[in-house]
């Protein structure tokens, strides 16, 4: 069940992910789906439309604005054998389920000494760029990096969407799994069939010798504008695709670096205290010796999300901070 | 309907384990064999006698902060193993959770305890995806929650009873309304100080009984469970009782009221008078049920002392299922 074997066709990200759950709950009955307007009207987003018709009220639940209860429900469920997926309308509503993820889900099978695992999925629309203002537009991935226990998983390509959703489904952890608004509609070669992309595993989107850019979500493709950018001038940049948030992929990231011995660093959230932060200092740590300059670091500035367009723009970052920040880093003097 | 005398004994039994256990642990506390937090459950006896009484070990109960009893007599009842959740709360290697859950974290799942959650009433959401999952397989089994009235005003109460109303799920909500969250009397705290005036709304069964009186208990939550088994859906059982622990401070409320619940309305007083009144047990085979409960406490107690600490490669286990936890 994990490379795909099947030819590609042409899909659009959430028929991706649409495909993922449809292939996942054919085939185990134990996968139902629970959200707030998921059944007839297939989601805030459209990915699961289809299945209500194909698989019932009972497997597609719609649920009242009752996100503790949505994750709870899922949890419980999950502890008794169900593979629950959860969707939260949007990634800013987690805050109302952020015990259940962070105190309940994430810990179950460390405090009960392994005789309970919760083997849930939380799909969630998150990230800006489109004007959905402070409560519709955050990257939230910041708010449980600091939770041992969960894991958050990130696509960048409808490819990756089909196939990490799968594998997040047939894990045996909690999965926060998050998906970027502004990439729903992005179409992309999509294998046919059912294929795993494994998690805790990052992808080299584009090989290069000159320096190192780690991104994830929507800063994958604004990452891969970037490099074209700085082709232009001769410069070849390696794109990594962190894929998997937490726990990341070290070894990917580390031996890139170590190799290009320059490193940029992007996320679409505050830098305070981001994941960003955290793949910056480790490469700091890990790969001292081979570093040529400082790491670079791209996040959003240190506000809310305001609903202004205008606004909005000067405070999320894409491929300019990128390619601004590349150059800074190539121009660094390297330590002697 | 009354008890005959042969369930009252057992009950009773019951409930002096449940009340020896918590003196017991309060002893070793104070001396700081115990680490942690302490709630007890003294003066609650029958609430978590009655609940033991009925839960099959196929059932699920999401255990609350002062549910030590209800552990170890599901615990005893269903595996023959009460010492564990002893050693548990010691923070032992042989306690049901290896001594990483402790007081707040006791669960197993073999005997239907799915653990407490120290975040009061979180289990409130949890216990609707074991009730759900139930519904889905057909098994007519029961869910069940133990809160205190102080939980009420989590949110989680709202969303629980909403979506079990509404899904008609299996989950039995016991509600053990000892009239104060740590020191808030509950009048104070919420619209009624009878919870069972704030559940109906959401439209299911709710009844209020005195939890201290072990027959009216016993009787309420046999009927509670006779109706999910039966598939009519949850079930709100708020028990009217007591608390003996006081603030940590010490005790904070009015003598009257002390008196009352400590001398008069004791559960295990009223038990031992309803027992005596059968004519048909002496007073010393009594006093005997009493010795032993206290006695098997005691080799509770030592065997949580002697078992061993865990060892130190438990400290990274069972982070992730199936990986290794983060070595930075």
Redesign the interface.
């Known amino acids: 069940m994990t490379a795909p074997t099947a030819p590609a066709r042409t899909r659009t990200f959430v028929q991706a992910l649409t495909e993922a759950l449809d292939l996942m709950m054919a085939e185990d009955e134990n996968v139902?789906l629970l959200g707030e307007d998921i059944g007839r009207m297939g989601g805030d987003f459209g990915v699961t439309r289809g299945l209500f018709e194909k698989y019932g009220a009972?497997r597609v639940r719609d649920?009242?604005l009752?996100e503790?209860?949505i994750?709870?429900?899922?949890?419980?469920?999950?502890?008794?054998?169900?593979r629950?997926v959860a969707e939260i309308m949007f990634a800013d509503f987690l805050g109302e389920c952020y015990?259940?993820l962070v105190?309940?889900a994430a810990k179950?099978?460390?405090?009960?000494?392994?005789?309970?695992?919760a083997?849930i999925v939380v799909r969630t629309a998150c990230g800006g760029g489109f004007g959905g203002g402070p409560h519709h537009s955050q990257s939230v991935e910041g708010w449980f990096l600091n939770v041992?226990?969960l894991?958050i998983v990130g696509p960048a390509t409808p490819a990756d969407a089909k196939g990490l959703l799968v594998a997040s489904i047939a894990?045996?952890?909690p999965v926060l799994f998050l998906e970027h608004k502004a990439l729903y509609r992005v179409k992309g070669p999509v294998p046919e069939g059912k294929y795993a992309v494994p998690l805790?595993q990052a992808a080299v989107s584009r090989p290069g010798r000159d320096l190192t850019i780690v991104a994830y979500l929507k800063m994958t493709p604004e990452a891969l504008a970037a490099a074209e950018v700085l082709a232009k001038d001769g410069i070849e940049a390696e794109v990594i695709d962190l894929r998997t948030l937490r726990?990341w992929d070290t070894d990917t990231v580390l031996s890139s670096v170590r190799r290009t011995g320059r490193a940029v660093v992007a996320s679409e959230a505050p830098r305070m205290g981001g994941l960003a932060a955290d793949v910056s200092a480790?490469i700091a740590e890990e790969c001292w010796s081979d570093l040529k300059a400082p790491v670079g670091r791209v996040g959003a500035l240190d506000t809310p999300i305001p609903f202004s367009l205008v606004l909005e723009k000067i405070i999320l970052p894409g491929r300019d901070q990128i390619v601004q920040a590349a150059r800074q880093v190539l121009g660094a003097q390297p330590v002697a | 309907m009354p008890l005959d005398l042969e369930q009252l004994l057992d009950l009773y039994r019951d409930m002096w384990l449940v009340r020896a256990f918590e003196f017991g642990l309060e002893r070793e506390f104070k001396k700081g064999t115990v680490p942690g937090m302490l709630h007890t459950g003294v003066g609650q006896e029958a609430t978590q006698a009655a609940l033991a009484a009925h839960l099959e070990k196929t059932d699920?109960f999401f255990p609350d902060h002062r549910c030590h009893g209800l552990n170890a007599l599901a615990q005893e009842r269903h595996a023959g193993t009460g010492q564990r959740i002893m050693a548990e709360l010691f923070g032992r290697a042989t306690g049901v959770?290896?001594g990483?859950?402790g007081s707040l974290?006791s669960?197993?799942?073999s005997v239907g305890n799915?653990?407490d959650?120290a975040?009061e009433g979180?289990?409130?959401?949890?216990?609707?995806?074991?009730?759900?999952?139930?519904k889905?397989r057909r098994q007519p089994r029961v869910?069940c929650c133990v809160i205190g009235d102080g939980t009420v005003g989590r949110?989680?109460f709202h969303?629980?009873l909403?979506?079990a109303a509404?899904w008609k799920l299996p989950v039995l909500y016991a509600c053990v309304n000892n009239g104060y969250a740590i020191s808030t009397p509950v009048g104070e705290a919420h619209a009624s100080a009878n919870i069972v005036d704030l559940a109906r709304g959401y439209g299911l069964p709710c009844v209020q009984v005195d939890g201290n009186d072990i027959e009216l208990a016993y009787a309420a939550v046999e009927q509670a469970v006779a109706h999910i088994r039966a598939g009519h859906g949850p079930y709100f059982l708020e028990f009217k009782t007591w608390r003996w622990q006081g603030l940590f401070s010490g005790e904070f409320r009015p003598a009257a009221e002390v008196r009352y619940w400590k001398d008069e309305h004791d559960p295990l007083k009223l038990a031992r008078q309803k027992i005596l009144a059968t004519g048909r047990a002496a007073e010393a085979a009594v006093d005997q049920i009493e010795a032993e409960a206290k006695a098997q406490i005691e080799r509770w107690i030592q065997f949580a002392i002697a078992s061993p600490m865990p060892g130190s490669e438990?400290a990274t286990?069972?982070?992730?299922?199936?990986?290794e936890?983060?070595s930075?």
């Open positions: 139902y009972e649920t009242p009752s503790a209860a994750v709870g429900t899922a949890v419980g469920s999950a502890m008794v054998g169900m629950p015990d259940q105190n309940n179950l099978h460390y405090m009960f000494d392994g005789q309970f695992k083997p041992p226990g894991v894990d045996d952890n805790r726990p480790t | 699920c959770c290896g990483k859950g974290h669960a197993d799942p799915f653990g959650n975040v979180s289990f409130m959401a949890t216990v609707l995806g074991v009730a759900l999952a139930w889905m869910a949110g989680e969303e629980s909403n979506l509404t438990k286990a069972n982070v992730y299922v199936g990986w936890a983060a930075r």
